[in-house]
């Protein structure tokens, strides 16, 4: 029986898989469907770089702190986990931006730099591993985990859903 959910491991059969160890091994380990993600609402405060786009179509940043935002989480929300020295992150910063862009009334796109010491609790809230690492909310409530570099064609495709 597994231990979290009451399921039989298909390994634990008379005619075994040479490979079931595997299998048994790695069922502690592994959810019964659950795909709950950390909600914004408790997360740890931890500064947060703002990107915005005006009229004009210029990208503007401020400085935020991410308790001051929780109220605003209307819409579709971004978090990009990424490192200045990371070469994926600055690849991926303006496919970010032209999404932003394309979706400039719709989209809240915080940055958080994953190098401060200030960002180590969310950092762990959200299990960030690796970067890059963004984070998808949309009204507050989260959606979507994306890993590592992405066109924009790519995050415009799989934020449609959201977006829409």
Not at 25 to 41: E, K, N, R
Not at 86 to 104: D, I, K, M, S, T
Not at 108 to 115: D, G, K, T
Not at 135 to 159: C, I, K
């Amino acid at each position: 029986m597994h231990r979290r959910c009451g399921r039989k491991s298909q390994a634990a059969g008379r005619h075994r898989h040479p490979f079931s160890w595997i299998v048994v091994f790695l069922l502690p380990f592994v959810g019964c469907g659950d795909t709950a993600l950390p909600d914004l609402q408790h997360a740890p405060d931890a500064p947060a770089e703002r990107v915005s786009v005006d009229s004009t179509g210029n990208l503007h940043s401020e400085s935020v702190r991410l308790k001051d935002l929780r109220g605003e989480a209307r819409g579709l929300l971004i978090l990009s986990f990424y490192g200045p020295h990371c070469p994926v992150c600055r690849q991926l910063e303006p496919e970010l931006n032209e999404v932003l862009r394309q979706h400039p009334d719709s989209m809240i796109l915080l940055r958080i730099n994953a190098e401060l010491s200030s960002t180590e609790e969310l950092l762990r809230y959200f299990g960030v591993r690796r970067l890059p690492h963004l984070r998808v909310f949309m009204n507050g409530r989260p959606t979507d985990v994306l890993h590592g570099y992405r066109t924009a064609a790519q995050l415009s495709e799989r934020l449609h859903s959201s977006l829409d």
